[in-house]
């Protein structure tokens, strides 16, 4: 359930809110060169996290003052224990999509079922296997979309257009 610290990227309002501090001084933080966003505009977390904590502590050794020092340790340890319930609460993409496959694999199995619990009538199961065996090919390409948006965080392409109208 831990989500990897090295490679996880957060936005600019959820490193601000992780770190305390506002999205303005994210952005002047960025601007002094302490760190700064990927590609996507998104940040690494744990490097955000170590390069505010050497920014705070030669801000603190520059000022050499031992109240400084006990705020910005108790803010570190602040921020960490925010990023320990961060992982505690979230799941990682893997387990999501083991989830989502695990519920909608079931949820097929009985529907297939079904046709047995209605009726004994051959000729009647067999229409109820066919009105099912329709609907459990229409959820199960609509599922396959539907787990590559969660996947990739992107809407399928038939759902752009969909969204577009």
């Not at 001084?25 to 940040?43: H, L």
Request: hydrophobic fraction near 40%.
């Amino acid at each position: 359930m831990k989500i990897d610290a090295a490679t996880h990227a957060v936005s600019q309002q959820e490193l601000a809110q992780t770190l305390g501090i506002t999205t303005r001084r994210i952005r002047q933080i960025v601007a002094e060169g302490w760190f700064s966003a990927n590609d996507d505009g998104r940040y690494v977390l744990r490097d955000a996290i170590a390069s505010y904590g050497a920014m705070m502590k030669g801000a603190a050794e520059r000022r050499n003052n031992p109240t400084s020092d006990r705020l910005n340790a108790a803010k570190a340890e602040m921020i960490q224990s925010r990023i320990r319930k961060f992982d505690a609460d979230h799941i990682t993409m893997t387990e999501a999509l083991q989830s989502f496959d695990e519920v909608s694999d079931d949820f097929l199995g009985m529907l297939k079922g079904l046709p047995a619990l209605i009726t004994t009538d051959p000729r009647e199961r067999g229409r109820i296997d066919a009105i099912v065996a329709s609907d459990c090919q229409r959820l199960s390409e609509k599922w396959a979309l539907l787990r590559e948006e969660l996947r990739t965080g992107k809407p399928a392409k038939h759902r752009v257009l969909e969204l577009e109208d």
